[in-house]
């Protein structure tokens, strides 16, 4: 009797956790389809999402994160596994080298920012090594990164620490595969690129795949880094929800919610896409030892 | 053996553009004038690191609550991964695979929609602005991260030892204590350590949970980021990752003492 | 094609594991790389594909140097212990991969494929995923894309010792039927005694690195060159003497040896001893029954002990002396332990 029910007893914490995301998101989506009690709205409707979708700013911010969201994860998936296979390929799989790319993992986004500001500001590093090396004149030649309307600021932030997460992230999956399949397809005649490219990449897609999801939603629903090193105008969608949110006027509320409403279909339907995707592959692998 | 030269490259680069920035921080928040186009400081001087140690933000009392706050988040996140962890790799149940998704959950879930949607909650419960507060939703970021170490320890360590001991004539919880925990050390402390960063790190979770009342550095360095005082906001940026490294060091010297220690048993 | 190695050094970390090793192997050879676990044999073999850079010394293949040429340009195919075969691809695809790195043509690589895969008697997997075969069948498709890959030099990696022991027979005999049909040079690397002696045309026996002999099965057993070599096919008794005017004498024993004087220790094994007749006695310690035969345990009047098979059940119970005597063909003869060196 009493081991039927450990583990009940075991997953309580973790279900009281479970039951604190499910309360929030189902704030979120009764009060974007507006029913707060408290300021006198009860009737539920899809009202408050007709209204944002109408509306400039909101459009442009949603615009605005999924381009961030999209390039961000992209590129730092992509540069995340050549780093990894450059430290399973020189075998640098542990030590100095890790831990100096593990650094990037422990700087939140501010600091990041701040970093950003330094290095690739009009004013900031790369512009005065470029005029060292006469290749500019006067700062305003350096090309604005920071504060534009393509966030290419932010992307290169969300970059520097975010392709070392993924070059961690799968690092042991991938010189897993490498040093066994990978050695192997090299064995057999494969020069390293097509062995690479013909069965360790295949077989590190659903790893890399996880990475690109973790990612993407933390781009898409991220606040500090386009805070700060964003543009004034489109601004990023949290960015923007929160500017809502904290209107002084309580009636914007669910037209705030409303759009974390809409965020979060976005991420989740990313992870669905991940699902459907990780079904149809394992199907086609059948299993990795 | 060409193809190396290429990546040899690309990390001497990439340690580079980390370990730059790092470097730029450090000279800026002792940089007195620092102009165009100079590619170091003109002058220096202190006035950041007296303003740091002296000045209105306190920094020693917030030093402290920070990691303090930040070291539950740990200890918590690793107390529910341990037990959450235990129930799905040590017994069977229906609706095992629901655990996993489960811990999959926070990620899916944005910080800024998950703080927005929790705040009327917080406030119902008489958590809003409390440091309880704080601790709960930091919590909820760092489970996934804390469950999947240890699913990945307790799995890897099972329950062989317990029985031993327990076939011995312990009890169930000293067959744990002396049976897995020794094993269990190094994801713990791992948890541990992970969940203090994804705590000490966050920003917004705190803004929106402790309502600007509830002070940690990381919220602390945002606002004299966007002053403009270069800096001052430099040297907190200093004092943050500082004392982030330190706190994290130590726990890697406690990961390695203890698995050189286990491995001699 | 032929294989030399010459004076080869390999390091792993700070260990070296080949402090110099030296090796032939002649075209269209059957060699084993006989030896316990850690004496280096799977090294020598990453190294020989390398797979392992060395630190020292030469390897050429066919008389061309390759000590340092890369991996997929050797065709030194490896035939792994954990198999690896592709999981993401088909068995069919997974043979047809080293065809595919030649630049065959997709029909023609397919169609060879099968045929290798008929070959191992695999032709009806083709269009299955490697997660769905046994262990055993798994193993055959890797022959058959080792195979495929027209190796100059092929490897084996102690491919069977994760197979059944009825698979293993049958395993061993598909590779000396593949062995003798497409005439490779072939490297086999295994710590089973029976495998490297029945399968090989030559052993080499290795022991912390070194070689310490490379002779035809028959010789490795009854004439070995170290005893390390000699203990490793077990049962040994060493029965010590002295060597005086080319006689070795030991007790009652006088033989005829063209070895110069000395102390030596004389090698007996188990299956010379001949119960029935003979100047012995020995006495019966005891019996084990293991099915096919029985193990009797003898003891000797200078005190050794030996175990020898018998077949059936026989008629003797502990305590009982009988008569019995030591063939001698060819003596074998250590020097004495404390003279010995290395």
Known sequence: ?289 | MKGNFLFKFLLALVLLLILVPAGQILLWSVAERWPWPGLLPESYSLRTVKELLFGSAKLPGLLGSSITLALTVGVLGTVVGLLTARATQLYDFPGKELVSFGAFLPLLVPGTVFAMGIQITLIRLGLSDTVAGVVLVHLIAAIPYCITILTDVTRAVGSSLEQQAMVLGASPLRAFLHGSLPSLMPGILSSVSMGFILSYSQYFTTLMAGGGRVKTLALVLVPYIQSGDRALASIYCVAFVGSALLVFFLFEGILHTVSERSRGK | MKLEIENLKVSYDADVVLPGLSLTVQEGEFLSLLGPSGCGKSTLLKAIAGILPPSGGCIRLGGVDITWQSVHKRGTVVVFQDVRLFPHMTVLDNVAFPLKMQGVDKKSRRLAAAAYLDRVQMGGFSHRLPGELSGGQQQRVALARALAAKPRLLLLDEPFSALDENLREDMRTLVTQLHREYAMTTILVTHDREEALSMSGRVAMMFGGRIHQVDTPQRVYHQPATRQTADYFGDCIYLPGRVEAGVFRSGSLALEVPVSDGDFDLLLRPDQLEIGTGPCSFRVEGCSFRGRDTLVTFRDEQGNLWKKPFPGTPAWAPGQTLPGFIRVSCPVLFPRLSQEKD
Request: hydrophobic share 55%.
């Open chain 1, 1 to 289: 009797m009493k081991r039927k029910w450990t583990p009940f007893f075991l997953l309580l914490p973790f279900l009281g956790i479970i039951g604190v995301i499910l309360v929030s998101v189902g704030n979120v989506l009764v009060q974007s389809l507006g029913y707060i009690p408290a300021f006198g709205l009860t009737r539920l409707t899809l009202d408050y999402y007709r209204q944002i979708f109408a509306r400039e700013d909101f459009v442009s911010a949603l615009q605005v994160s999924l381009r961030l969201a999209l390039w961000s994860a992209s590129l730092a998936c992509v540069l995340g596994v050549i780093i990894a296979t450059a430290l399973v390929r020189l075998k640098k799989a542990g030590g100095g080298v890790l831990s100096v790319i593990r650094l990037p993992i422990l700087t939140p986004h501010a600091v990041v920012a701040v970093f950003m500001v330094q290095l690739l500001g009009q004013t900031g590093l790369l512009a005065r090594v470029c005029y060292s090396l006469g290749w500019i004149q006067d700062f305003s030649q350096f090309p604005q990164l920071l504060y534009t309307a393509g966030q290419e600021g932010t992307i290169l932030a969300y970059l520097w620490k975010e392709a070392p997460f993924v070059a961690y992230f799968v690092l042991a999956f991938l010189s897993g595969i490498s040093d066994t399949l990978g050695q192997a397809a090299e064995n057999l005649g494969a020069s390293p690129l097509r062995a690479f490219f013909l069965v360790t990449l295949p077989l590190s897609l659903p790893v890399i795949g996880k990475a690109f999801l973790i990612l993407f939603i933390f781009a898409f629903g991220g606040y500090e880094l386009p805070l700060l090193l964003g543009s004034t105008l489109p601004k990023a969608l949290p960015v923007q929800a929160y500017l809502s949110y904290m209107e002084p006027n309580l009636r914007a509320r669910p037209a705030a919610m409303a759009m974390n409403g809409v965020i979060l279909a976005l991420s989740l339907g990313m992870a669905l896409a991940y699902w459907a995707a990780m079904h149809a592959l394992a199907k086609k692998v059948g299993g990795i030892r």
